[in-house]
């Protein structure tokens, strides 16, 4: 699931940078497929808790198994979204925004990838790395928004075109978060440290 999922989002980049109507097509395919692999990741789960009774570890293992799901779900949906956008600049100017979508698009898609092998490993240290990636998403989501408001004010018919680059830029900034609330969730199974809502530190510091 995971793997259809970063294939559906940089696919969804590629439609955005490439204009390329293969890709879109081929992320809203892959929309069906993860839908229906959350249900029986979930039923699977659910089965789990009601007839084994998990304890301890074991439960944690399970409820953030349930919770990564729901994660891998909400961003194959945003994938989706990033696409639609897509699809709305398709009729417009071939101008762009001085704007790295690419950039951030790969620093989002490193925060996923490592939460998940982080869930896998048990890894700490590259759960902690997820959570210190955020801000460098937040930074450069900051940047595209300033130069996508330059962008629009030099000309009008900017405008509309401009509005669908900040939705891009909002969709990726989101993909980041749901990255996070793995690591946050791997840093609670493994080490049972609390970081939601600051309660700690990145690096398990109280605040």
Do not use: C, W
Request: net charge negative; glycine share 2%.
């Amino acid at each position: 699931m995971s793997r259809l999922v970063e294939s559906s989002i940089d696919l969804s980049v590629q439609a955005v940078i490439h204009r390329d109507n293969e890709a879109m097509a081929t992320v809203f395919q892959n929309e069906e497929t993860i839908d229906r692999m959350e249900i029986v990741i979930d039923e699977i789960s659910l089965r789990l808790l009601a007839l084994q009774q998990p304890m301890a570890v074991d439960l944690r293992f399970v409820m953030m198994a349930i919770k990564i799901n729901n994660n891998l779900e909400r961003m194959g949906d945003i994938a989706v979204n990033i696409t639609r956008y897509a699809e709305e600049l398709l009729g417009m100017s071939k101008s762009f925004p001085r704007i790295d979508i690419s950039h951030m698009a790969r620093v989002a898609q490193d925060m996923i990838r490592d939460s998940l092998d982080a869930f896998v490993r048990r890894d700490v240290e590259l759960a902690r790395k997820v959570l210190r990636s955020d801000d460098e998403v937040d930074a450069l989501r900051d940047i595209m928004y300033s130069e996508i408001g330059k962008y629009m004010e030099e000309d009008l018919n900017r405008v509309h075109p401009g509005l669908e680059h900040l939705h891009i830029a909002r969709s990726l900034e989101r993909l980041a978060d749901h990255a996070t609330n793995i690591a946050e969730d791997v840093l609670f199974f493994v080490r049972g440290i609390d970081v939601r809502h600051h309660n700690t530190d990145v690096n398990g510091t109280e605040n």
